[in-house]
T-cell receptor, first 113, second 113 residues
Framework: SAVISQKPSRDICQRGTSLTIQCQVD?????MFWYRQQPGQSLTLIAT?????????ESGFVIDKFPISRPNLTFSTLTVSNMSPEDSSIYLC??????????FGSGTRLTVV | KQEVTQIPAALSVPEGENLVLNCSFT??????LQWFRQDPGKGLTSLLL?????REQTSGRLNASLDKSSGRSTLYIAASQPGDSATYLC????????????FGKGMKLTVNP
């Protein structure tokens, strides 16, 4: 199955600033997925990123707050913009592995102060 | 809308016990079901993937079963060890739609030495 390198692993940020999270996959994949996991909660899909087109956002998530780039088939970034303490979460990227199921990055633990 | 439920939310057991973790889903038209493990503050590790046409999958001390018609899956952990302590998440992919996963809220397992 694919191996995903995600960074940073954690960060503490000031409110009002932005953080960009990167995910690098060791193979070419059509779709990459970005999830948020708020404290004590399960994972919620933010958006699906396809190479060469705009990301598709889930209800409750907007591009201005969570802009996504997908410049090629092995890389994607998620930016958390104009952060507030409510954005403190673990953010994870994921790819589908067909018969092997889904693989996740190691996560980015974000704390906004 | 697909909903995934895991009950109980937490379980604490002594080492050596055989465990059954439950997962239920509302829409039986699933493509596959996947069990994950998450250690505190970390990403997700895939444990087992069951395709919709399969009844069970096994890996070491883990066995996962799927009953699509009743909307249920169980994860069986044999001879539990303290290293099994983690949160276990169940997720499904629904047929005919996007490839996104729908997660349960997870079950926090503590295995006491």
């Amino acid at each position: 199955s694919a191996v995903i390198s995600q960074k940073p692993s954690r960060d503490i940020c000031q409110r009002g600033t932005s953080l960009t999270i990167q995910c690098q996959v060791d193979s070419q994949v059509t779709m990459m997925f970005w999830y948020r996991q708020q404290p004590g909660q399960s994972l919620t899909l933010i958006a699906t990123a396809n190479q060469g087109s705009e990301a598709t956002y889930e209800s409750g998530f907007v591009i201005d707050k969570f802009p996504i780039s997908r410049p090629n088939l092995t890389f994607s970034t998620l930016t958390v913009s104009n952060m507030s303490p409510e954005d403190s979460s673990i953010y994870l990227c994921s790819v589908a592995g067909g018969q092997r199921g889904y693989t996740f990055g190691s996560g980015t633990r974000l704390t906004v102060v | 809308k697909q909903e995934v439920t895991q009950i109980p939310a937490a379980l604490s057991v002594p080492e050596g016990e055989n465990l059954v973790l439950n997962c239920s889903f509302t829409d039986s038209a699933i493509y596959n079901l996947q069990w994950f493990r998450q250690d505190p503050g970390k990403g997700l590790t895939s444990l087992l993937l069951i395709q919709s046409s399969q009844r069970e999958q096994t890996s070491g001390r883990l066995n996962a079963s799927l009953d699509k018609s009743s909307g249920r899956s169980t994860l069986y952990i044999a001879a539990s060890q303290p290293g099994d302590s983690a949160t276990y998440l169940c997720a499904v992919t629904t047929q005919g739609g996007s490839e996104k996963l729908v997660f349960g809220k997870g079950m926090k397992l503590t295995v006491n030495p």
